[in-house]
């Protein structure tokens, strides 16, 4: 039977998440990622276990079919690849820094500046399109020291916190790039594969909904029912079931996650109580 290969970054910030969805996604894997190779026990998927920068291309030359990166690689690498999702994780942004008593007034101070970073397309491009000429040094690791050594005059990096560029004596000036982690694909995947990658995208659909919503369950007095059905948004209607005590009803629905403050500040006044609010592991609409 066909299988659909997947390639997972083998050790780093993208491997333990991109893990833990194929988890979420009901897969399990037979042995682990001390392989190069594995197989999945009860779907048709195997696995592949590299290091980031290679994934593009290895899904654009067809060693595998998918594969989890950053958008940053993605893009930086410039392979014919297609992001067949965005996974919402692995969030971080691509940021120039200069040290921190340089009077930074916009792009246009990177004039003839040297930059030290290991992202030259996505820098190269940002830069150009700005009409800045910069001469890029292209370095693997440890962009941040450059500038503390006299290799450059500015670095172009990923920052999470800024720490990293604090404890070298750098200031962030600009963001060039955000990045989440995304699902790449092969362009011309045969049908059978096609449909397996479409079965896999339904099931991580299943857990992103299930992640962004939250199940409700409250009591409502009969007399305020009604608009206690009208605050709550629900996936076709609300359940409403009677309690044994008379005049109130258990009503059960479902809320996103980013307007729960506010709906739940609303049910309250309406006259809600015993608002109970659960984790929803999977939703299929
Ligand atoms: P490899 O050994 O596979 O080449 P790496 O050292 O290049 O790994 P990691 O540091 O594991 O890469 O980062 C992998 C990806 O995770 C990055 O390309 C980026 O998309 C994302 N990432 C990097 N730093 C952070 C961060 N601080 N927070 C969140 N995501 C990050
Ligand atoms: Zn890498």
């Not at 096609?194 to 199940?215: C, D, H, P």
């Not at 409250?218 to 079931?241: D, F």
């Amino acid at each position: 039977m066909e299988k659909l290969r997947i390639a997972i970054q083998k050790s780093g910030r993208l491997s333990e998440d991109s893990l833990a969805l194929i988890k979420e996604c009901g897969i399990k894997i037979t042995n682990g990622m001390r392989t190069l190779k594995s197989d999945a026990l009860n779907f048709p998927l195997e696995f592949l276990f590299l290091r980031d920068d290679d994934i593009p291309g290895y899904v654009e030359d067809g060693v595998a079919d998918v594969g989890i990166v950053g958008e940053n690689v993605w893009y930086e690498t410039g392979r014919e690849v297609d992001v067949a999702k965005p996974l919402g994780f692995s969030k971080c942004r691509l940021s120039l820094a200069v040290p921190k008593h340089v009077e930074y007034t916009g792009i246009e101070d990177l004039q003839g500046a040297n930059i030290a970073t290991s992202y030259p397309k996505i820098l190269g491009d940002y830069l150009s399109k700005r009409g800045v000429e910069a001469q890029l040094h292209v370095i693997s690791g440890s962009v941040e020291i450059a500038p503390s050594i006299g290799l450059a005059d500015a670095i172009c990096d990923i920052v999470s916190s800024g720490s990293t560029l604090f404890m070298n004596g750098l200031k962030e000036v600009e963001t060039i790039f955000s990045s989440q982690a995304v699902m790449i694909r092969n362009r011309q995947l045969s049908q059978a594969k096609q449909e397996i990658l479409e079965r896999l995208l339904f099931r991580i659909n299943a857990v992103q909904k299930g992640q962004k919503n939250k199940y409700i369950l409250l009591n409502a007095p009969q007399k305020s029912l009604e608009e206690i059905i009208r605050i709550l948004p629900g996936m076709r209607s609300p359940t409403v079931l009677p309690l044994a005590e008379e005049g109130w009803n258990s009503v059960h629905s479902v809320i996103q996650e980013d307007e729960f403050w506010e709906v739940i500040d609303q049910l309250k006044a309406a006259g809600a109580e015993g608002i109970l609010v659960v984790p929803i592991e999977k939703m299929i609409l």
